[in-house]
């Protein structure tokens, strides 16, 4: 039977996420979701497809304005977009005894590891039985920490949306709450990284603990090589970009910003919104009394994002890593991009400024048809700081970060569309989309003459 290009493998997870958010939404609209208030189709469009996402950016309180069952069904759709839906679909057919199509083989594998040849269903295995433990770990210590701010559920919700990397939470203020806490704080930050590390350097992590132990303590040669080259980059680049940016916002804030408490207090939330604006959307501390600074480091952090094959969203960090190369490279006036151990391929450096040119068209478009859609008919001095907002929120959608200046809930239709547009593109990730939109083109099976351009 002859296949459709509409069901290629890289249009499988597209189907799939859009399916669950068109029925996440239905779930969020009826009655049992809402706690006696109303709610509009756009609006639990835009929740259902925040939290497949795991965004976490909301028009309306998740704590007031949904039920139980609502909020456990927004628990839900974090966990189903966290872990991604062909990995459960994949996930369940092994489970029943069925082969798994080369399909989802290929379409899990791309996801998750950037590697179609892996055995899938020990993996899948793994990922799903590692990712709830850590969430079960991270809920317990929510409660331990406290009590009565993290009850079983709120602890549990708060656990999956922090692995998740969905910053959904059920306080309005987020975690502001607890921003001298180190406990919760500490917690949080836990879960958000292994949850933006991705899969694969998980798997890689535990295979290293458990060859240090097999090992014997004088081979210590072997030792230095005992994680991959992707993981060696991966842990690198996401201690460099949490720290660094951590310390630069806690300067920014010492020096120019109000007082967030103490400056241990500072130091803390600080690094707390460095390690959440890569993709978890949590906050410690009141945006729009942080300063100017500040907010431009955090554009750039939800802009890099996590890792791939991780429930964080970004352009990743091997992608920035393989930027830093490149300038280096062309600086020092060298034909190959070196990257740690090794030199980028043409094909991977290709793909990696692909990926800048068109994330950043995709997050400055929607920031100037934000502009458009909230109030692009009003004078300069009228609308002074709208601009940054905009595109704060632009970036934060397109990173499925959930940062917000707090203009989400104010959002004209057109707005929340644009948001969605981006939220979704995001978590698919813009070259899954390109490869996608490329699978359904004609193969040109002639070349034009070349020439040369003057530039610069």
Same mark, same amino acid.
């Given at each position: ?8 493998? *890289?249009? &499988?997870?597209?189907? #799939?996420?859009?399916? =669950? %958010? $068109? +029925?996440? !939404? ?91 040849? *892996?055995? &899938?269903?020990?993996? #899948?295995?793994?990922? =799903? %039985? $590692? +990712?709830? !433990? ?12 406290d009590p009565e701010g993290f ?34 704080s500490l917690t949080i930050m ?177 920031a100037l048809l934000l502009t ?85």
């Amino acid at each position: 039977m002859r296949r459709t290009k509409a069901s290629l493998p *890289f249009w &499988l997870p597209i189907w #799939l996420f859009a399916g =669950v %958010i $068109g +029925a996440g !939404a239905l779930t969020l609209s009826t009655r049992a979701s809402l706690n006696g208030v109303d709610i509009s189709w756009v609006d639990a469009l835009f929740t259902a497809t925040s939290a497949v996402c795991v965004t976490g950016l909301g028009v309306v309180d998740t704590g007031t304005h949904f039920t139980r069952f609502g909020q456990s069904a927004i628990l839900l759709l974090i966990q189903l977009g966290g872990l991604g839906i062909m990995t459960y679909t994949s996930l369940a057919v092994y489970l029943m005894g069925r082969r798994v199509t080369l399909t989802d083989r290929i379409a899990v594998g791309q996801s998750l590891l950037h590697d179609p040849s *892996f055995h &899938l269903g020990r993996f #899948l295995l793994r990922v =799903v %039985i $590692g +990712a709830l !433990a850590v969430e079960g770990v991270g809920a317990l210590l929510l409660h331990l920490a406290d009590p009565e701010g993290f009850p079983p559920f709120h602890a549990l919700f708060h656990a999956v949306s922090a692995f998740c990397n969905a910053g959904f939470g059920l306080r309005p203020d987020s975690l502001i709450a607890w921003r001298g806490d180190w406990g919760v704080s500490l917690t949080i930050m836990l879960l958000i990284t292994l949850g933006g590390l991705g899969f694969y350097v998980i798997n890689d992590l535990a295979s290293m603990v458990k060859k240090v132990f097999v090992l014997r303590r004088k081979d210590l040669r072997r030792r230095s090589h005992l994680l991959t080259w992707h993981s060696r980059l991966v842990l690198e680049t996401s201690l460099m970009l949490s720290l660094g940016g951590g310390l630069l916002i806690f300067g920014a804030e010492m020096l120019g910003g109000e007082r967030h408490g103490s400056w241990y207090e500072t130091l803390l939330a600080s690094l707390f919104q460095s390690v959440t604006c890569r993709t978890a959307g949590f906050n410690t501390l009141d945006l729009t009394r942080m300063t100017n600074i500040s907010l431009v480091l955090m554009l750039l952090l939800m802009f890099i994002g996590g890792s791939p094959g991780s429930c964080a969203g970004g352009v990743k960090t091997t992608t920035f890593r393989a930027w830093i190369g490149f300038i280096l490279a062309q600086v020092k006036g060298r034909s190959q991009t070196r990257v740690g151990w090794y030199a980028l391929s043409p094909a991977s450096l290709n793909r990696a400024l692909t990926l800048l040119i068109f994330s950043s068209l995709l997050v400055l478009g929607g920031a100037l048809l934000l502009t458009v859609t909230e109030g692009g008919d009003v004078p300069y001095f009228r609308a002074q700081g709208q601009f940054l907002e905009n595109l704060f929120e632009a970036t934060s959608a397109f990173g499925t970060v959930g940062l917000s200046l707090g203009i989400t809930p104010r959002l004209t239709t057109g707005g929340k569309l644009v948001i969605i547009m981006l939220m979704f593109v995001g978590r698919l990730g813009p070259i899954w989309l390109l490869t996608a939109l490329q699978s359904w083109q004609t193969d040109i099976r002639y070349r034009v003459p070349e020439n040369d351009l003057p530039l610069g």
